[in-house]
């Protein structure tokens, strides 16, 4: 399954590594980890080949990675350790509560529908906790680990289980958070992040991506990721994103022109219908001109129902706002919505950008979407771009804009209008 110490399929840490790892987290003191299975998933190769059935795990693999990108970062582990198993551990002292809830929220990220072969495929993992004892040796945590896993196969309806066989984490969970979301809505308790946006070729400031934050008087700081899957377990994605789009425009309406906003939208958005007359109205009342907008959207959006994605995109569209296709080059769907959708841009996922300086099989990919998208006239932004070189290589490409830790991560409202006296760039 490795090659070397990475797993060749979804290019996570493999199980020596992981062992390495939990190793010396174990001798240096605290530890906890999840492992994260997928039940019967020897299913899913039955159904759809085993070519599908690892474009499912490589899926299931990005949404972990990137999950615990956002809401872990440092000190932290994600390995495939077997066929449908993930380990996911951590150095950070965080409270038993909060470690749970995280393990609540990511199965409900990975049981979001993926598209394959043309259907709506659904997971449901079950995850494992622990904390690791003093000293505990990398190999006997997974075998706590894995007898926890098989005891969760014979719990009919257990999802979450500790390794001491205790129930849920006393206090409040990932689904009593429902209610404190929509309070903190009413009180303006969401801060609106800004990753700023620049030109590959000079480097001046193009705009910026609104990201939604909460800090949370319990749990802490939670990303937006969490915070969606919070809204989703209670029906309240859409009114979540009406939320933070009228909040970012808003702020947007106040930066100097031509600095662009990038939203991104969910399938939730579409689903409630009128999205676009949604948007057109939040538009007109923040004053925010609509030819500085970009609306961001990922293949999953488009999963539910391409055909009324695509025509509320049109109809904005028509008022000037533009379309950028996000996360690509992960996905699983075709090439259809690079045809029907009205597209001007392509983001590529910071995996894409990640080893393009050291890997020619890397550097060989991103110079073929680069081409493809100056054949279809379409610009592209680069995320996760995080050194001098990386950006090297997109300057050569012909990549557009680029955002990542190398010039600023996310930054506060009153950051990036300071940061915007510095000057702006039309992307025209």
């Not at 939990?22 to 899913?44: E, H, I, K, N, W």
């Not at 000190?75 to 809830?101: D, I, K, P, Y």
């Not at 929220?105 to 904390?131: H, K, M, Q, W």
């Not at 969910?266 to 949604?278: C, I, L, P, Q, Y």
Request: with cysteine; glycine share 10%.
């Amino acid at each position: 399954m490795t090659a070397g110490d990475r797993d060749v399929l979804t290019g996570l840490a493999g199980i020596k590594t992981a062992q390495t790892w939990l190793d010396d987290a174990g001798s240096a003191g605290f530890v906890q980890a999840m492992l994260v299975s997928l039940p019967r998933f020897q299913a899913v190769n039955q159904a759809y080949g085993k070519a599908g059935g690892d474009r499912a795990l490589v899926e299931v693999a990005r949404r972990i990675a990137d999950f615990v990108s956002a809401e872990i970062e440092e000190q932290s582990l994600v390995a495939r350790t077997a066929g449908g198993e993930f380990l996911v551990a951590s150095r950070q002292a965080l409270s038993r509560e909060r470690w749970q809830w995280l393990a609540e929220v990511l199965g409900r990220t990975i049981a979001r529908p993926l598209a394959l072969d043309g259907e709506r495929l659904s997971l449901a993992p079950r995850t494992a906790l622990l904390r690791g004892r003093p000293g505990e040796r990398g190999a006997a945590l997974l075998d706590r680990l894995e007898q926890v896993a098989s005891d969760l196969q014979r719990r009919s309806g257990r999802r979450v289980l500790w390794a001491d066989g205790s129930h849920p984490a006393r206090g409040r969970s990932a689904a009593s958070l429902e209610g404190d979301l929509l309070g903190a809505m009413h009180r303006d308790e969401i801060a609106i992040l800004f990753q700023p946006q620049f030109t590959v070729s000079g480097g001046a400031l193009a705009g910026a991506e609104a990201l939604a934050r909460w800090e949370h008087p319990t749990f802490g700081r939670i990303s937006a990721e969490t915070l969606f899957a919070v809204a989703d377990r209670g029906d309240h994605v859409a009114q979540l994103s009406r939320h933070i789009a009228a909040r970012a425009l808003g702020i947007a309406a106040t930066w100097p022109t031509p600095l662009r906003l990038s939203l991104n939208v969910t399938a939730e958005d579409f689903a409630v219908g009128d999205f676009a007359g949604t948007m057109r109205r939040i538009i007109e009342h923040t004053g925010f001109a609509p030819e500085r907008l970009t609306i961001e959207i990922t293949e999953q959006t488009l999963i539910t129902d391409f055909e009324a994605c695509a025509a509320a995109l049109r109809d904005l569209a028509e008022i000037g706002v533009s379309v950028a296709l996000d996360d690509f080059g992960t996905g699983f769907s075709n090439f259809r919505a690079l045809k029907a959708l009205p597209l001007q841009a392509l983001k590529l996922d910071r995996s894409l950008v990640k080893d393009v300086a050291g890997d020619p099989r890397d550097r060989a990919i991103l110079a073929a979407m680069a081409a493809m998208a100056r054949a279809l006239d379409l610009k592209v932004i680069a995320e996760g771009v995080e050194n001098e070189a990386q950006l090297a290589i997109l300057l050569i490409e012909g990549c557009d804009l680029f955002q990542g830790f190398l010039r600023s991560g996310p930054i506060a409202a009153e950051a990036f209008a300071a940061l915007a006296e510095g000057g702006v760039s039309s992307l025209s």
